[in-house]
């Protein structure tokens, strides 16, 4: 959530520049979902993005291995491409490395990366390596492929669509809030947060059977990313806040701090997916590849309302979000 | 220049990386060239390559203005197209902004990199903005195409093979050395230095009529990209020193101190193309899309020698290309 107060003033200024370089003949997509998609001949699209990780921003280095710094690295592009319904193809990988990193935690880092990578079958394909003043500074891309028009993007959510999340909600930030408290997280925790799963196989199939109208990577928060899917569709949404799919070790904070809850709906890197679709038993249909939940439903009306279970409404603590809500 | 003293480091990192990656089935070249190449359906490969630039490592803002920074990141991505004989297609852009930069700032190098994408008809397709703590980070990836095996790669020189290179050698290592001096380069050498010129045209050409056997742009300097040339290939060069194309301003420099020749042999940031070619007047077929000047021949015997015109072996001053001569 490090990044929080600068998000309005970054959403403004990707839509400066989203006008400004205009669009592209081979260009279905450009800039503004989680990947840009080209048109290739024959019947796969291209799918591309890129994520920079800079020390102190995104990553403390006394909080995780390098192992488990690369693995993130790759992780979190390649959520990217699964939050299109796409499969990873490729990799490139930038280092800034400054002089306090030993060859051996690069070389750490780099296996890291290179066993997430092989799990979803994608090679690392290039890169660059270059001195840093003091800060690790990493920049990742990724391309993938996506049956031609099969890409799901974050405009196409329609009233009465139901929302669903794939996985267990707020996992990461609490271990991230945890650590900035100078407390251990338990390791299931500290697994969400260090080593978040891409969640390839559910996006391929959502793609695939065209059950999916719009959906994101949830990597700012559910509030955000939905907030994201919403504003592109000019649409809204009425959450429930007791169907949020929370773990037991998420629960078992819960029952000693009920704000904790905002960490399932604002704390951000959870890597989950978040979708919309007209189906409203989905969980039978693709349960078997990875849990998901309905959360609410697509409404006419902007803006997002959570309610709670005793019909009133909720509302989240952090900043940053109140712009999504009407 | 300032990467110098971590080059040979650098190398046998990439060499590692290199070999850890392993190979993957529709990867035609992986790490190690300028691009990576890609099989894709139908009959254009995809070419792929990617930059990081640090403030202080790679530019000083005191140096430039954002507009020419700008350029700068998108023309030396688009080199690397340039280099494999290839079309630029779409830019990725990462920034990492510190508080001290401006949205004026950051709009001027938008603005920048934009004016170069368009010029060569890339579009701008994604792309990240982050905090930075403290110091400007930029990340560029460029894919572009080329008709499929037509890239040309470093490796693929042949004894007999005459040397060229494009444009004139050491204006940018010039300006730097005067930057680095207090000095104010004049338009010309500032000019090479800020706003470095892509050779698509020429590399088209190249790859299009099969004129070259290897190919690189000239980042590293000369004899380093050169030196790539030549290992990857499992030959050697003999250059003559008269030979290299300077430019009035650089010689004008020369004229005062002999030493300077070193900036045209090493001096890095040039961009301009050096390749390899059976044919031996190349200069008549490519001269009306860009001046190239023979400059040396292709051995069996490895590394780099460079005569001078008195028939005497000249030795370059600068260490950490040494390791190419034997």
Known sequence: MANKQNMLEEFEMIGWIQQQAGSSGHLTLG????????????????????????????????????????????????S?????????????????????????????????????????????????????????TISVTVQGTVPTGDAICRQGASCGDAVYVSGTLGDSALALQMLQQGLQPGSFLAERFH??????????????RQFATAMLDIS???????????S???????????????????????????SVIDLALAGGEDYELVFTSPLKDLSDQ?????????????????GIRIMQENGTPYRCQYDGFDHFAQ
Chains 1, 2 share one sequence.
Not at 54 to 65: A, K, L, V, Y
Not at 220 to 230: E, R
């Open 31 to 78: 800039i503004g979902d989680d990947c840009s998609i080209q048109r290739q001949q024959g019947d796969l699209d291209l799918l591309t993005s890129t994520d920079m990780l800079i020390e102190g921003i995104h990553f403390q280095p006394e909080w995780c291995s390098m192992f488990n710094l690369g693995r993130k690295s790759a992780a979190v592009n390649i």
């Open 80 to 136: 990217d491409i699964a939050a299109m319904g796409g499969k990873p193809q490729s990799l490139f990988l930038s280092i800034g490395r400054p002089k306090k990193v030993s060859d051996r935690e690069i070389k750490e880092f780099i296996t890291g990366f290179l066993t997430e990578a092989k799990y979803y079958g994608a090679a690392l394909a290039g890169g660059d390596t270059c001195r840093s003043p003091e800060l690790l």
């Open 195 to 208: 080593t978040p799963t891409p969640q390839i196989s559910l996006g391929r199939i959502l793609s695939q």
């Open 220 to 230: 700012d928060g559910l509030l955000a990313d939905l907030g994201h899917i919403l």
């Open 232 to 258: 592109s569709s000019s649409v809204g949404a009425d959450l429930e806040l007791q169907q949020l799919p929370l773990s037991k070790e998420f629960r078992q904070a819960l029952a000693t701090d009920a």
């Open 286 to 302: 693709v349960g078997r590849i990875c849990p998901i939940t309905r959360i609410g439903t697509i409404t006419q009306t902007p």
